[in-house]
């Protein structure tokens, strides 16, 4: 088969891939948006349940602390299902073409969330409700699992090489859409009455997700196919194996991918779910309070719609690796004066640390990653090794970082030091990373080959 591929290469055409349809461009970028809104408004809504609500809703007989560590786990669960759906998608995304993908994610994503909001807790349904839940949130997972991957190779596959770094961390700004929208929410919704937030409040935030999913699916049923994907199509080179090609021809690359996220969606977990958690903890300074972490996630992702665009725009002038080099050098240096800084009782503080660790450390590793992820990779399999890249990062940092650190927390009195070297190391893996990372800013996305 990869002499076949060989043997039907396409040849780089710069200046068919300078000729932009700006009409698809914007139908692309928005459609991408929207789909990373609902998905990070889901990601917010659960894991800010996960750290303050669910443990009495479905896993009261467990203790506060036992019930904490079992909603970390179910929320990790999601994370272990995407590597999955990211091999099923990005075989379909690569064999069959990228649009029919972001249809099928954002409906499972969708209707598994707001499935959530209908759920019997322990105290209707006995352990029902944590199966049930158990259950959704693999769904979530599976769909999850190839929508950033969709929405980052769709939006590098049609934007200008030349300002490609600028469109494709254009969609992410739809993650702190979703983060405005699922952290404004539980800020609001953290302030009503304990009896009436546990009774039926805490289903309206997932509830509230089936508008994001019809505004997604219209504007993805108007979408056209990549003009990469029709090259592709064009002279047969769609791959009958995306995952067996990836796997003989691209290992490097996606262990370089993984080994970049590892910093990036590792710290961004530690400050917008593992943080809120510890900050309401029993015993901590701020203990019982459930509005301040959603409040300082409402004001981080504010700063951070901007600086996902600036810093992907900065790495086309610049270069991804470079941009990419020293956002996980900061985000390792700010690591153990940031978790110190929150144990000191200052509201304000607090904010300013998260507005920090997630503004300018997490997005000065996003904002190049949206283009260098689609750019490491041949076209034929483009969109399984950017969904594997994703994925495997995500359970190995993202998915088990609540879990972990909960547990962490708990062997240690709640120590503001074991989150602080967790987020250092974290971030450490990635800074090595880029010294084993191609550059790959403007590079030719219709080549098979990989960079």
């Given amino acids: 088969m990869s002499q076949h591929l060989k043997r039907r290469t396409v040849a780089p055409n710069p200046a068919a891939d ?14 991408s948006s929207v789909g990373s809104a609902l998905e990070y408004y889901d990601f917010y809504i659960y894991g800010l349940a996960s750290a303050l609500i669910f443990s009495p809703l479905f896993f009261s007989p467990l203790g506060p602390t036992g019930g904490l560590i079992a909603a970390f786990a179910t929320y990790g669960v999601g994370f272990a299902a995407r590597p999955f759906g990211g091999l099923i998608f990005g075989y379909i995304g690569d064999k069959f073409g990228r649009k029919s993908v972001l249809l099928l994610t954002i409906s499972m994503m969708g209707a ?80 009503a009455n304990k009896d009436v937030l546990e009774g039926w409040l805490w289903r309206v935030p997932f509830l509230a997700s089936f508008v994001l999913i019809g505004v997604a699916i219209f504007i993805r049923l108007r979408l056209k196919e990549t003009p990469v994907f029709q090259e592709l199509e064009k002279h047969k080179n769609v791959t009958r194996n995306p995952i067996g090609h990836l796997w003989k021809t691209s290992k490097k690359n996606v262990l370089i991918g993984i080994g970049l996220r590892m910093g990036e969606n590792g710290n961004s977990t530690i400050y917008s779910t593992l943080l ?62 940031a978790f110190y800084l929150v144990t000191l009782g200052n509201v304000t503080l607090v904010w300013v640390v998260m507005s920090i660790g997630i503004a300018l450390g997490v997005q000065s590793m996003l904002g190049p990653q949206c283009a260098l992820l689609p750019e490491l990779f041949g076209s034929s399999h483009r969109f399984t090794g950017v969904a594997m890249s994703r994925e495997l990062s995500a359970v190995m940092a993202g998915g088990i970082a609540p879990f972990v650190g909960a547990l962490l927390l708990g062997m240690t009195g709640n120590s503001w030091l074991v989150l602080g070297i967790y987020s250092l190391v974290l971030a450490t893996i990635s800074f090595i990373a880029t010294f084993f990372t191609p550059e790959t800013a403007g590079r030719d996305l219709m080549s098979i080959e990989n960079a």
């Fill in 18 to 31: 300078a000729v932009v349809d700006p009409d698809q461009l914007r139908r692309a970028t928005l459609a």
């Fill in 276 to 337: 809120v958690g510890f900050l309401a903890s029993a015993g901590g300074v701020f203990e019982g309070n459930k509005f301040i972490g959603p409040t300082g996630l409402l004001i981080a992702a504010g700063f951070s719609a901007v600086m996902v665009v600036t810093f992907g725009a900065l790495s086309d002038r610049i270069g991804r690796v470079k941009v990419y080099r020293y956002g996980a050098l900061f985000q390792a240096l700010f690591a153990l004066p």
């Fill in 112 to 191: 598994a969330s707001f499935a959530i909001g209908l759920l019997p807790t322990y105290s209707q349904a006995g352990m029902l409700g944590a199966i049930l839940l158990v259950v959704l949130r693999i769904i979530q997972g599976l769909g999850a699992g190839a929508e950033q991957a969709g929405a980052t190779t769709l939006i590098s596959e049609v934007a200008p090489p030349r300002r490609r770094g600028f469109f494709a961390a254009l969609p992410f700004v739809g993650i702190q859409i979703g983060t405005l929208l699922g952290a404004g929410t539980f800020a609001l919704i953290a302030l």
